[in-house]
């Protein structure tokens, strides 16, 4: 069964910087395409960023292009979320999984709060 940890959350003023982490365990990591989900309260988790199983970015959600960067260490079982420039509206719980499709259970999640 597939696990998650996610860690690297925490309290940033707006354009800070954070750095998230997550460690998979129970599946093949290097054949798995990952992804990282955020939600905020009483919205739905939405996407925010993609990493095929060879580290091609599939996909950075709109709002966070320019800002944000997926990657991943096969060796180390790890897939990172580098956030720059950070805006109050990144405030939200951070999630690692599956990509869409695949998704499995999710993990604790790490909380992300921008503020001054």
């Known amino acids: 069964q597939v696990q998650l940890v996610e860690s690297g959350g925490g309290l940033v003023q707006p354009g800070g910087s954070l750095r998230l982490s997550c460690t998979v365990s129970g599946t093949t990591f290097s054949t798995e395409s990952m992804a990282w989900y955020r939600q905020t309260p009483g919205k739905v988790r939405i996407l925010v960023a993609t990493i095929t199983a060879t580290g091609d970015t599939n996909y950075i959600e709109d709002s966070t292009k320019g800002r944000f960067t997926i990657s991943r260490d096969n060796a180390e079982h790890t897939v990172t979320l580098q956030m720059n420039n950070l805006k109050p509206e990144d405030t939200a719980i951070y999630y690692c999984?599956?990509?869409?499709?695949?998704?499995?259970?999710w993990g604790q999640g790490t909380q992300v709060t921008v503020s001054s």
């Open positions: 999984n599956l990509i869409p499709g695949r998704i499995t259970r």
